[in-house]
């Protein structure tokens, strides 16, 4: 064997050639552009999934404390609006970031009837869920269909179906009683009676659509849509 020839063969048992780490280098950066979008979708899935479950943890929240307590537990949501506010117009804070906390829970214990409203200082807000970048309320996919078991029936564009009561204007807010019946009530304070605290809230990352049904009687369930099917599943 001629030394050239020997030479070459030992650069390739010693390792690489240049060409071969261009080579290899151009593999990886190909892969890497085809998978990074896959990756940052995988991610944004994986945030609106936890948010609709950080919803429904709110809703269980709030109930167990409302029976554990014996104070009415209220569930505000921004749900369309900049900030969620309960009926007076009292802004529930904003987080670190300094985007609006999605969901608060106020403890309304100021007396005995509860007044629908945040008394600073008598009273306590915990926020449950944390702002999620990408997700927004309503819906990308579903085209407004209300998910099973929702008989809310406002509209699920503003990302909430709750309402004072059967029938009337949606709020972005909804009641625990002591005993874990959901309720609605109305910016006079007007509590609703049993069945009138069922509704959903809609979460969506432009590519999944969630939907956290409370049942009348305060059962609380998550649905994500299905294009294959066009229907909510659970």
Known sequence: MCESARASDRRRREGFTLLEMVVVIAIIGIMAAVSAPKL???FSNQR???AARDVANAFRIAQAEAIRTGDPHIVYLTAGNPAATDPKGTGLGVAPNGAPWPVAILDDR???????VYDAGPESLEYPVSPATGVSWGFSLSAGAVAPGDVGGGNPASGSTFTTRPGGPNTTWVMFRPDGIPVGFDAACTLGGVGSGGGGVYITNGNRDYAVVLSPLGG???HVWNAGVNAWTN
Not at 110 to 116: D, F, G, Q, R, V
Request: one cysteine or more; hydrophobic letters at 30%.
């Open 40 to 42: 940052e979708q995988y």
């Open 110 to 116: 100021t007396s005995a009837l509860s007044n629908c």
């Open 220 to 222: 609380v369930k998550v």
């Open 48 to 50: 609106a999934r936890d």
